[in-house]
């Protein structure tokens, strides 16, 4: 969370002028607080089943699924409720991971707007709807993550 939280700060400077720390802080709390409840949340249910960080992502996988499979990425903390390999086929075949990984990479690259996440969790909601701006959102984060992240499913 470190890195992309750093990064996302740097393009919020060279690109707005917004502080490098302020942009860093605001990226480590929000991204923090998802992880660590997350974590919180798992170990209650009974259902924790692992974290670690993956390159630019935190990652909490539940043995549980609460509801239906699937993931969940916010900036650059990720909750999985699927094997992380599970694959999905999202604009292509990929895995979860990747298309999550693919989450993290539009965050930081919103993060040239300025402060990205009102824009990322205003894109993450039109990406759970069935409209071109939404297929368009999702289809770019699996594209991101196969690419950056290595997520082909062959």
Same mark, same amino acid.
């Given at each position: ?47 924790? @089943?692992?974290? $670690? ?8 996988? &539940?043995?549980? /699924?609460?509801?239906?499979? =699937?993931? *969940? ?50 894109? @993450?909601?039109? $990406? ?8 368009? &959102?999702?289809? /770019?984060?699996?594209?991101? =993550?196969? *690419? ?7």
């Amino acid at each position: 969370m470190a890195l992309s939280s750093s990064m996302s700060g740097a393009l919020q400077e060279v690109f707005t002028g917004r502080p490098w720390m302020q942009g860093f802080q605001e990226n480590m709390i929000i991204s923090s607080s998802f992880f660590l409840l997350n974590v919180g949340g798992a170990a209650a249910a009974g259902a924790y @089943g692992g974290a $670690g960080v993956n390159g630019l992502q935190a990652r909490v996988r &539940w043995t549980k /699924t609460p509801g239906s499979g =699937g993931a *969940l990425t916010i900036g650059p903390a990720a909750h999985f409720n699927v094997p992380l390999s599970a694959p999905i086929e999202v604009g292509s075949k990929t895995t979860f991971a990747a298309h999550e990984f693919g989450h993290t990479i539009q965050f930081i690259a919103l993060s040239a707007l300025g402060s990205p996440w009102m824009p990322y969790l205003g894109m @993450g909601l039109v $990406g759970l709807t069935d409209t071109p701006i939404g297929r368009f &959102w999702e289809d /770019t984060a699996s594209l991101f =993550g196969n *690419l950056l992240g290595g997520g082909f499913v062959r």
